[in-house]
């Protein structure tokens, strides 16, 4: 009996003569429960793909980026990461309160190595968890349900340039988003936002994107 795959997946294993192939990988790779290779794995990443579902049943991805454990192995069956400012939408994390079923995807490019976990998700608002993580919105945790890591066949090679100026630090006062010092969105701001623009300063569109196509950090 598989949990990796239905109907749709043995008809197209059948298709190309894969089914064996296809039950040794899953045998061997997928598991259930995050060994200590997956967790140091996991716990180094300072990215990954995060899948969830929307209010109409559409997949939908998003990047969730910090420094290296920010996505924390509670224990074999459980993790957490935070869900830090963004841009209103809390898109992934509405679709998370409607549907818990997510899928992460980390990788590594400079090695390369890539890791794929399923898991039931559920978004926290208060408690020990929120403790875990600097100036986290919300964190969620993860029930896991399958692990397994893929070839990284087709994983291009990159070399880490620069850690992300927004990431949350203890250490040191976290800089305002460019784009919210956009010129007619301080009307949305919140009231701290709104503070810290009239602190630094309007800017137009055309000049944020002009750092955006530039690759200017100041974007």
Same mark, same amino acid.
């Given at each position: 009996?598989?949990?990796? &795959?239905?109907?749709?997946?043995?008809?197209?294993?059948? %298709?190309?003569?894969?089914?064996?192939? $296809?039950?040794?990988?899953? #045998?061997?790779?997928?598991?259930?429960?995050?060994?200590? /290779?997956?967790?140091?794995?996991?716990?180094?990443?300072?990215?990954?793909?995060?899948?969830?579902?929307?209010?109409?049943?559409? =997949?939908?991805?998003?990047?969730?980026?910090?420094?290296?454990?920010?996505?924390?192995?509670?224990?074999?069956? /459980?993790? $957490?990461?935070?869900?830090?400012?963004? *841009?209103?939408?809390?898109?992934?994390?509405?679709?998370?309160?409607?549907?818990?079923?997510?899928?992460?995807?980390?990788?590594?490019?400079?090695?390369?190595?890539?890791?794929?976990?399923?898991?039931? #998700?559920?978004?926290?608002?208060?408690?020990?968890?929120?403790?875990?993580? *600097?100036?986290?919105?919300?964190?969620?945790?993860?029930?896991?349900?399958?692990? @397994?890591?893929?070839?990284?066949? &087709?994983?291009?090679?990159?070399?880490?340039?620069?850690?992300?100026? &927004?990431?949350?630090?203890?250490?040191?006062? /976290?800089?305002?988003?460019? @784009?919210?010092?956009?010129?007619?969105?301080?009307?949305?701001?919140? =009231?701290? %936002?709104? $503070?810290?623009?009239?602190?630094?300063?309007?800017?137009?569109?055309?000049? @944020?994107?002009?750092?955006?196509? $530039?690759?200017?950090?100041?974007?």
């Amino acid at each position: 009996m598989s949990r990796l &795959y239905g109907p749709q997946h043995r008809a197209l294993q059948d %298709e190309f003569e894969s089914r064996s192939m $296809a039950d040794r990988v899953e #045998a061997i790779a997928a598991k259930a429960e995050v060994d200590d /290779t997956a967790r140091a794995f996991i716990e180094s990443r300072d990215m990954f793909f995060l899948s969830s579902i929307d209010h109409n049943g559409r =997949p939908t991805v998003s990047y969730k980026g910090g420094d290296p454990g920010f996505v924390r192995v509670l224990d074999a069956n /459980t993790l $957490a990461f935070p869900s830090y400012d963004g *841009n209103g939408m809390f898109y992934s994390m509405g679709n998370i309160t409607a549907n818990p079923e997510i899928g992460c995807l980390f990788i590594d490019f400079e090695r390369p190595f890539r890791l794929r976990l399923q898991g039931r #998700a559920e978004v926290v608002k208060s408690g020990a968890l929120m403790g875990l993580f *600097n100036e986290a919105e919300l964190v969620v945790k993860v029930a896991v349900s399958d692990v @397994w890591m893929n070839c990284p066949r &087709y994983v291009h090679r990159y070399k880490k340039e620069a850690a992300s100026r &927004y990431v949350p630090r203890a250490e040191k006062e /976290t800089p305002l988003c460019e @784009w919210k010092r956009i010129q007619g969105l301080e009307d949305v701001l919140r =009231p701290h %936002e709104l $503070a810290a623009v009239e602190k630094a300063g309007q800017i137009s569109e055309e000049e @944020w994107m002009g750092h955006v196509f $530039a690759g200017d950090d100041k974007a």
